[in-house]
């Protein structure tokens, strides 16, 4: 049986990283989860350069730092998870490396952090440390650049959620998902699938293209809800992926989008070709499963 009795949430100590928490209050009240608060300490040489320096001088600097680094978690949203199963754990070494390492360890059942953090990273559209986290977790990844809106975002059971598939090997497992999360909280589900437009054709071929894609793809999508045996609405729309369901999410308002992610790697990883764009459009948090 699905559960999600420990949750990740790496924390930078920054305003996105107590935002994100919000989301993990919602889904720990729900499922009397464990939420793991996680902060990764870099080693010397990152956080502090090739600083010519006495190695004494240098290892004092660094176990000033891990002790007010301990201090901070400790009591770093102390008030906002009170009532909460919470575990604070320090580890060292590449953020994202470690982030994925201590998920796979503890078998964590969902990550939940921001696009974005501060530091080195900031200016990437897409965190750094949290395309690694998505490119390398075996478990899903709960995200978006929504974050920063968090406890308005989540401040309410989810209502609607909308799982977007592109019919690829990982689909099955999206929807199974989506339909578990749909029947935890007695939302509503809509299954979408977008697809490119036609090459250039005249009106006529395009038309007939679209009915043929649509009554294909929609017999496809009507099996995955079979197979998970869940109340889906079926939406089959034509356009740029990423767009198409962005679009899709805010007109029907929903609360949480499911998608897939490949279990090969490859020139995109393990997350396919749109999925970096929908998490950094999406108006509400995408689950990478």
Request: proline residues 5%; glycine residues 8%.
């Amino acid at each position: 049986m699905r559960s999600l009795s420990k949750i990740l949430l790496p924390v930078d100590f920054s305003e996105r990283a107590a935002s994100a928490a919000s989301c993990a209050k919602l889904l720990a009240h729900h499922f009397q989860s464990e939420v793991i608060l996680l902060h990764v300490l870099p080693p010397m040489q990152y956080q502090y350069g090739p600083a010519e320096m006495g190695g004494a001088l240098l290892g004092e600097l660094y176990a000033n730092r891990a002790a007010r680094v301990t201090e901070d978690l400790n009591h770093f949203l102390a008030d906002e998870l009170a009532g909460l199963r919470i575990t604070r754990v320090i580890q060292e070494g590449d953020p994202a490396q470690e982030i994925v390492a201590f998920a796979h360890r503890q078998g964590v059942d969902l990550i939940i952090m921001p696009t974005h953090g501060y530091g080195p990273f900031r200016r990437f559209i897409l965190g750094s440390n949290t395309a690694k986290v998505l490119h390398d977790a075996d478990c899903p990844v709960w995200t978006g650049v929504h974050m920063e809106n968090a406890p308005a975002v989540c401040a309410a059971p989810l209502g609607h959620i909308l799982c977007a598939v592109d019919l690829g090997p990982q689909s099955e497992r999206a929807v199974a998902w989506a339909a578990w999360l749909q029947k935890e909280f007695h939302a509503r589900l809509t299954l979408l699938h977008a697809f490119a437009a036609a090459p250039d054709r005249s009106d006529r071929a395009e038309a007939s293209w679209r009915m043929q894609v649509g009554e294909a793809v929609e017999e496809e999508l009507t099996r995955l809800r079979q197979t998970a045996g869940c109340e889906a609405e079926i939406l089959v729309e034509a356009g740029d992926p990423a767009q198409v369901i962005c679009k899709a999410a805010g007109r029907l308002g929903s609360d949480a989008l499911v998608i897939g992610r490949g279990s090969a790697a490859g020139v995109y990883g393990r997350l396919r070709t749109n999925a970096y764009a929908i998490i950094r459009q999406s108006p509400c948090p995408v689950v990478s499963v």
